[in-house]
Nanobody
Framework: QVQLVESGGGLVQAGGSLRLSCTAS????????MGWFRQAPGKEREFVAA????????DYADSVKGRFTISRDNAKYAVSLQMSSLKPEDTAVYYC????????????????WGQGIQVTVSS
């Protein structure tokens, strides 16, 4: 049974930083691309960042480029999202997702999802 478990969310002031982590189990982690998505109240779930199986290919949404950094540790079955210079519009539930083989920014292509974790940025 595949499980993705997010951690590290919380409340932070604008301009601050948070680091989200996602630990995977039940899959061969090194064969999966990993992504982060987010969903704000009343909005659709949107792409944030993705990383391929080796960490050699990365993609970001324009809204987070230069502020967020995705990374992975295949030995620990973990992917992280370092978020800096946070803005109130970054407030959302953040989801970790896994996709076999190639990475993509398309939500519907991901096979497995975590339960999500709240990130709230106060102004």
């Amino acid at each position: 049974q595949v499980q993705l478990v997010e951690s590290g969310g919380g409340l932070v002031q604008a301009g601050g930083s948070l680091r989200l982590s996602c630990t995977a189990s039940g899959l061969i982690f090194s064969t999966y691309a990993m992504g982060w998505f987010r969903q704000a109240p009343g909005k659709e779930r949107e792409f944030v960042a993705a990383i391929n199986w080796s960490g050699g290919k990365i993609d970001y949404a324009d809204s987070v480029k230069g502020r967020f950094t995705i990374s992975r540790d295949n030995a620990k079955y973990a992917v992280s999202l370092q978020m800096s210079s946070l803005k109130p519009e970054d407030t959302a539930v953040y989801y970790c997702a896994a996709k076999i083989f190639d990475m993509t920014n398309l939500r519907g292509e991901y096979n497995w999802w975590g339960q999500g974790i709240q990130v709230t940025v106060s102004s």
